[in-house]
C-alpha cells in the first residue's frame, strides 16, 4: 500500500449482525478502525476493550499498526467481536 488513497473496508459487528463500511486512511490504527466500527454498527460508543478485531481470520493482537502495516487493501473484510464467548439459548 504506496499511495496515500482513502481504504474502505467492512466490517462485520455480529452483535447487530450488520456490515458497515468505514472509510480511512492507511495510517489509521487498526484500534482505531474497531472504535469505528463498533459506533456505527451499535449506535453507541461502547468498551473496546471487550472486543476483538479479526483480519484474515486472524485476531490482530497488536491495535496500535495501522491499516497500510498490515497492508489491508480497499474493500477488505474484517470481523469485530465480543472477548467472551455468550450463551446461546
Do not use: C, F, H
Amino acid at each position: 500500500m504506496s499511495d496515500g488513497a482513502d481504504v474502505r473496508l467492512n466490517v462485520t459487528v455480529p452483535d447487530v449482525w450488520d456490515t458497515v463500511t468505514v472509510t480511512v486512511s492507511p495510517t489509521t490504527a487498526l484500534g482505531d478502525v474497531k472504535v469505528e466500527a463498533l459506533e456505527e454498527a451499535l449506535g453507541r460508543r461502547p468498551d473496546a476493550s471487550a472486543y476483538l478485531l479479526k483480519y484474515r481470520g486472524a485476531e490482530v493482537l497488536d491495535e496500535s499498526r495501522t491499516v497500510g502495516d498490515l497492508g489491508i487493501p480497499s474493500g477488505a473484510p474484517l470481523i469485530v467481536l465480543p472477548r467472551q464467548r455468550r450463551p446461546v439459548w
